[in-house]
């Protein structure tokens, strides 16, 4: 009888050892199989995502003067502050403690620049804005205090809006605006195709429609990063289809009139 169950054992235990075997061999073959597959799905992660990469699009977004214009003719009548600040800012003034004029050159505040301590221009101010021409760019610095609303007390505050000196009738393109911006973007889709939008910089593109009718004094002034972008805008606008009717000033005569692309990424 203790032969038998001494057999009995042994045959249960090599049973047992073998399924063991078994249960353990699926078990490595399954987790084998996982890990391939998850590999797989990894590698094929780059790909979907050099697809779903974005696409640069808003590329031109301003064509016309640097600045906000304002006509010769109210610079040369200008007496005060009054004059060339808009409402919002004229009343947000409580007290005015100084007004800065000062040129803007190479998309900088240069060093011409004339101060005063009251609303109304003072003489060297006002010789300053005498010499003003057509494309002259400048800022107003008013330093005043303001009224704060929420803390109920006056509190030191500035304004330096920026202004492009334009003539009474500004140069047009036969086409229009819209188009003329369309026909940019339209042909630098295959330039702009290479811009990645985190490399891209504000650029800005001075070209000067003459009197004549023609284009003129076309350059870069701030570059994009992108110098093949950057040549290819000056091509495009040397070239253009179509014809410009030129600026006129108060007396009906025509002048010339600088004016400037904005493209790559949106700045000021």
Known sequence: MKKKVVIFCAVLTTLSLTAFGVINWNSSESNT???????????????????????FTDFIYSIGPRFGGITKGVIENAKSIDAILNEDQLQRIMSLKSVEIIIIKDEKQSEI???????VFTDAQLKLLQTFDYSTNFSIRA?????????????????????????????????GKEALMTFLKDETVDVTAIIDAKKLRPAKLYFTVTKSRTIDHVKIDNPSGYPEVDKKMIELISKLPGTWTPAENANGEKVDQELVVSFGLMGC
């Open 33 to 55: 199989i996982d890990t391939t597959l998850s590999a797989e799905v990894v590698s094929y992660d780059p790909v979907i995502e050099k697809i779903q990469k974005p696409v």
């Open 113 to 119: 620049r004339v101060k005063g301590f009251s609303r």
């Open 143 to 175: 330093e005043y205090e303001h009224y704060n609303k929420e803390t109920g007390e006056l509190e030191n505050s500035y304004s330096t809006p920026y202004h492009t000196i334009v003539p009474e009738s500004q140069a047009s393109y036969s086409e």
